[in-house]
């Protein structure tokens, strides 16, 4: 299973891997992926920030959860931790469409799967 397809099984099913499925669970979820992977060599999510930065036209000082939520919302958001049900929902649909463009355009760039 290439990194492209684990991260769309886990967006599938996001209960399943974090309990109860919200953006600041899968988040976490994300960011322990990537310092997994850069602490046995792999590349993790090296570039996600920027690419997120460059896919909305515009930086700040949030981290990469917060892109995600900017480009999700772009009106903004008044609470990370009390989203609605149907925003929680939005905001991790977009979570996980963005990370699946991010991916296939580094396998497309590499010419491989992409890989942590």
């Known amino acids: ?6 991260f769309a099984c886990v967006g599938r099913r996001p209960g399943m891997f974090v309990g109860r499925a919200s953006f600041p669970m899968l988040a976490a979820f994300l960011t322990g992926y990537d310092q997994h992977a850069l602490r046995y060599g792999g590349g993790g999510l090296t570039g996600w920030r920027e690419w997120l930065v460059a896919r909305r036209g515009r930086d ?22 009390n989203l609605s049900p ?10 996980f469409e963005l990370l699946d463009a991010f991916a ?13």
């Open 104 to 116: 296939a355009e580094r396998e497309a760039v590499r010419g491989t799967p992409f890989s942590g």
């Open 1 to 6: 299973m290439t990194e492209r397809e684990y």
């Open 86 to 95: 149907e925003d929680e929902r939005h905001a991790i649909r977009v979570l």
């Open 60 to 81: 700040c000082q949030h981290a990469w959860p917060g892109q995600v939520l900017h480009i999700a919302f772009p009106g903004g958001w008044d609470d990370l931790w």
